[in-house]
């Protein structure tokens, strides 16, 4: 069993930024990829980025490339989402989620065992 919480949610204006935070417990963190996913009132929960358990490879939803930036510090058993130039559509809950290393398609949120409760993310125009 993996334990995620997330944090560093909160409001900010167009083109500010955020780092969102996702502390790990449970189970070693070293095996696991780790995604991000939002999901914005009346849509579907969506992949955002994407890192594999080594770090060696990350993935971004078209959305946000060249924006948001995931990390992972398995020392800390911590994953980052660093998120800049903010816009109003990026609104949304954002969840982490843990899956221990596969090939799967990164966004597949079928693919992800263990969720974190989410975290709120607010951009106003």
């Known amino acids: 069993q993996v334990q995620l919480v997330e944090s560093g949610g909160g409001l900010v204006q167009a083109g500010g930024s955020l780092r969102l935070s996702c502390a790990a417990s449970g189970r070693t963190f070293s095996g696991y990829d780790m995604g991000w996913f939002r999901q914005a009132p009346g849509k579907e929960r969506e992949s955002v980025a994407a890192?594999?358990?080594?770090?060696?490879?990350?993935y971004y939803a078209d959305s946000v490339k060249g924006r948001f930036t995931i990390s992972r510090d398995n020392a800390k058993n911590t994953v980052y989402l660093q998120m800049n130039s903010l816009k109003p559509e990026d609104t949304a809950v954002y969840y982490c989620?843990?899956?221990?290393?596969?090939?799967?398609?990164?966004?597949?949120?079928?693919?992800?065992?263990?969720w974190g409760q989410g975290t709120q993310v607010t951009v106003s125009p």
């Open positions: 890192v594999t358990w080594r770090g060696g490879n990350t």
């Open positions: 989620a843990a899956r221990q290393a596969q090939t799967t398609y990164w966004g597949s949120r079928g693919s992800y065992d263990f």
